[in-house]
């Protein structure tokens, strides 16, 4: 799938990560891509995405007076061009199929990079953050494992939704990416305790408390490996046991962003320009000391666009990312949730691409819903029928209330 692939590279403009032999592959497969949108005739669809993406366009006004436009330009480009494309072929993919097709297509390449992960990982160190996930570093790597026990709930069934489910929410926590398991966690706990049958709920409250109960004594043995030493020092800052390491650090990324936003309110300090306007206490610079790493963003998108754009246009920019309230029971909705939880903790806003690409889905789909003729074709009917669905595992069948 072309939304998959793009989503999963992460970059429209060239990425030195993507390249071989001197050439920008990612760059040159996201031209391929826009080619065969023409070529299809799929064009129309992406002139109505770049119309009801119009307010990002408020974003890049703020390059104007940014003091590092080139990294602003390029984190707006690839928010904007890859999700114009990325929708464009997921929407044209639930037009020929239907949601619950995609989404299991989704599922199945997602299931091929984790076991390729796996296989990866088993022979360069299973628990070593430093290792890749095969083709993906952590946090991209468990943004799409994220995504793929989500969709697991609405497109499987029986036994194997949750043994789905469980399998991607497990890969999200192998990354120790605290940003997408604090978002696959709350979102699968909403999912079992408030759109699952009263067993399943039951199951996630006899889990949940014997989680809880049992983890104080496993946490002294896991303690050794960094891997897993990266979750156990969140509850250290939950019980009150200590610093925190990048919890501390995304504190005090936050509480920066908001002297910048109350010192830039109207205007910000430009797109791109986070990083030359921060002051962050000493403490996070000696704890990056040992790293090759300086903070461009504040791993906070909402933050991010708020303090670079400043906050008038920065809410109208953020629009978008919100469409899929209006339907907010639709199965993709509750992707679009989980990730703005992870951009509330981790990455930057190109990385929101995700998320954004999502939202127009849900948009799209309940304008055909609405205003589409739904008894023209199978193809309509199934639009109006996957928005409030609790399932597309057993989807409704024709003339069902």
């Given at each position: 799938m072309a939304a998959f692939a793009l989503l999963s590279l992460g970059h429209a403009?060239?990425?030195?990560?993507?390249?071989?032999?001197g050439l920008p592959l990612n760059t040159i497969?996201?031209?391929l891509f826009c080619l065969s949108i023409v070529a299809t005739g799929h064009s129309r669809v992406a002139l109505i995405l770049?119309?009801?993406?119009?307010?990002?366009?408020?974003?890049?006004?703020?390059?104007?007076?940014?003091?590092?436009?080139?990294?602003?330009?390029?984190k707006w480009i690839n928010l904007y061009a890859l999700t114009i494309v990325s929708a464009t072929f997921l929407f044209?993919?639930?037009?020929?199929?239907?949601?619950?097709?995609?989404?299991?297509?989704?599922?199945?390449?997602?299931?091929?990079?984790?076991?390729?992960?796996?296989?990866?990982?088993?022979?360069?160190?299973?628990?070593?953050?430093?290792?890749?996930?095969?083709?993906?570093?952590?946090?991209?790597?468990a943004r799409q494992m994220g995504i793929a026990a989500v969709m697991s709930f609405f497109a499987l069934d029986g036994y194997r939704r949750w043994v789905s489910v469980l399998a991607f929410s497990a890969a999200v926590a192998w990354t120790a990416s605290k940003g997408p398991l604090l978002a696959i966690v709350t979102v699968i706990m909403y999912l079992a305790l408030f759109r699952a049958t009263i067993t399943v709920r039951l199951v996630t409250i006899a889990i949940i408390a014997a989680i809880v109960a049992s983890f104080p004594f496993a946490v002294e043995p896991l303690r050794g490996e960094p891997t897993l030493a990266?979750?156990?020092?969140?509850?250290?800052?939950?019980?009150?046991?200590?610093?925190?390491?990048?919890?501390?650090?995304?504190?005090?990324?936050?509480?920066?962003?908001?002297?910048?936003?109350?010192?830039?309110?109207?205007?910000?300090?430009?797109?791109g320009g986070w990083g030359t306007a921060v002051v962050l206490d000493q403490s996070v610079w000696d704890r990056l000391a040992d790293y090759?790493?300086?903070?461009?963003?504040?791993?906070?998108?909402?933050?991010?666009?708020?303090?670079?754009?400043?906050?008038?246009?920065?809410?109208?920019?953020?629009?978008?990312?919100?469409?899929?309230?209006?339907?907010?029971?639709?199965?993709?909705?509750?992707?679009?949730?989980?990730?703005?939880?992870?951009?509330?903790?981790?990455?930057?806003?190109?990385?929101?691409?995700?998320?954004?690409t999502f939202a127009m889905i849900v948009a799209l789909t309940w304008v055909r819903s609405r205003f589409a003729d739904t008894a023209s074709t199978p193809s309509?009917?199934?639009?109006?029928?996957?928005?409030n669905s609790t399932t597309l595992a057993?989807?409704?069948t024709a003339g069902a209330p």
């Amino acid at each position: 799938m072309a939304a998959f692939a793009l989503l999963s590279l992460g970059h429209a403009l060239p990425d030195p990560r993507t390249e071989a032999l001197g050439l920008p592959l990612n760059t040159i497969a996201f031209g391929l891509f826009c080619l065969s949108i023409v070529a299809t005739g799929h064009s129309r669809v992406a002139l109505i995405l770049a119309v009801m993406l119009a307010p990002l366009h408020l974003m890049a006004l703020s390059l104007l007076w940014s003091e590092n436009p080139d990294y602003g330009a390029t984190k707006w480009i690839n928010l904007y061009a890859l999700t114009i494309v990325s929708a464009t072929f997921l929407f044209s993919a639930v037009q020929l199929t239907s949601l619950r097709s995609v989404f299991r297509m989704w599922i199945t390449l997602c299931a091929v990079l984790l076991v390729a992960a796996v296989l990866y990982r088993l022979q360069r160190g299973f628990f070593d953050r430093d290792v890749s996930f095969a083709v993906h570093g952590p946090i991209t790597f468990a943004r799409q494992m994220g995504i793929a026990a989500v969709m697991s709930f609405f497109a499987l069934d029986g036994y194997r939704r949750w043994v789905s489910v469980l399998a991607f929410s497990a890969a999200v926590a192998w990354t120790a990416s605290k940003g997408p398991l604090l978002a696959i966690v709350t979102v699968i706990m909403y999912l079992a305790l408030f759109r699952a049958t009263i067993t399943v709920r039951l199951v996630t409250i006899a889990i949940i408390a014997a989680i809880v109960a049992s983890f104080p004594f496993a946490v002294e043995p896991l303690r050794g490996e960094p891997t897993l030493a990266r979750l156990i020092e969140v509850y250290d800052h939950i019980m009150g046991q200590g610093a925190a390491g990048s919890i501390e650090d995304r504190a005090e990324l936050s509480r920066s962003t908001l002297e910048i936003i109350r010192e830039n309110p109207f205007f910000g300090v430009g797109l791109g320009g986070w990083g030359t306007a921060v002051v962050l206490d000493q403490s996070v610079w000696d704890r990056l000391a040992d790293y090759d790493y300086v903070y461009k963003y504040p791993h906070n998108m909402f933050l991010e666009v708020l303090s670079e754009v400043g906050v008038p246009l920065g809410l109208v920019s953020l629009l978008p990312f919100f469409y899929f309230l209006i339907a907010p029971r639709h199965p993709a909705a509750m992707i679009c949730a989980f990730g703005l939880i992870c951009q509330s903790a981790s990455g930057d806003l190109q990385d929101g691409a995700n998320s954004l690409t999502f939202a127009m889905i849900v948009a799209l789909t309940w304008v055909r819903s609405r205003f589409a003729d739904t008894a023209s074709t199978p193809s309509a009917r199934n639009f109006g029928e996957q928005l409030n669905s609790t399932t597309l595992a057993h989807p409704p069948t024709a003339g069902a209330p």
